[in-house]
């Protein structure tokens, strides 16, 4: 991740854990009393009929599609190991420790489009700063 998308996300953006699903809905509805329009990022739960009742009322409360990405399943999915039954916060914790590098390359794609994606603003900085046109079509250019 360039360093100025880095410092921006560290100084101006606040990750907030909701704790379920449910809560999600009032945490939105709340901030957005104060004016602040989160971005939301959760879990599908495609097969678990009662997670999957909360997705509409999660979108009903954000107003805006452009703000929720709703994971195909879950995180452990795009990240890239097996759902644990527990610990998922020091699991994950563990899998990028222990995976990934120092280096914004080595995080998997999946998670970087979710990233990019999410702090859109911030990762726009890093084109401001490009001076040479030709490093801007080498930034956007797909290597696929």
């Given at each position: 991740?360039?360093?100025?998308?880095?410092?921006?996300?560290?100084?101006?953006?606040?990750?907030?854990?909701?704790?379920?699903?449910?809560?999600?809905?009032?945490?939105?509805?709340?901030?957005?009393?104060?004016?602040?329009?989160?971005?939301?990022?959760?879990?599908?739960?495609?097969?678990?009929?009662?997670?999957?009742?909360?997705?509409?009322?999660?979108?009903?409360?954000?107003g805006d599609e452009s703000r929720r990405i709703m994971l195909n399943k879950c995180v452990e999915d795009v990240l890239g190991y097996k759902p644990p039954s527990n610990e998922k916060p020091?699991?994950?914790?563990?899998?990028?420790?222990?995976?990934?590098?120092?280096?914004?390359?080595?995080?998997?794609?999946?998670?970087?489009?979710?990233?990019?994606?999410?702090?859109?603003?911030?990762?726009?900085?890093?084109?401001?700063?490009?001076?040479?046109?030709?490093?801007?079509?080498?930034?956007?250019?797909?290597?696929?």
């Open positions: 991740m360039p360093e100025i998308v880095r410092k921006d996300i560290l100084q101006n953006w606040q990750i907030i854990k909701a704790h379920g699903k449910a809560a999600i809905i009032s945490l939105v509805k709340y901030l957005q009393a104060m004016g602040i329009k989160p971005i939301v990022i959760h879990d599908s739960d495609v097969g678990n009929e009662k997670a999957e009742s909360y997705n509409k009322p999660i979108l009903d409360a954000i020091y699991t994950a914790y563990s899998f990028i420790k222990n995976n990934w590098k120092e280096d914004w390359e080595s995080i998997n794609e999946s998670w970087k489009s979710i990233m990019e994606q999410v702090f859109k603003d911030s990762f726009a900085l890093s084109l401001d700063n490009i001076s040479n046109p030709a490093e801007l079509v080498a930034v956007s250019e797909d290597n696929h």
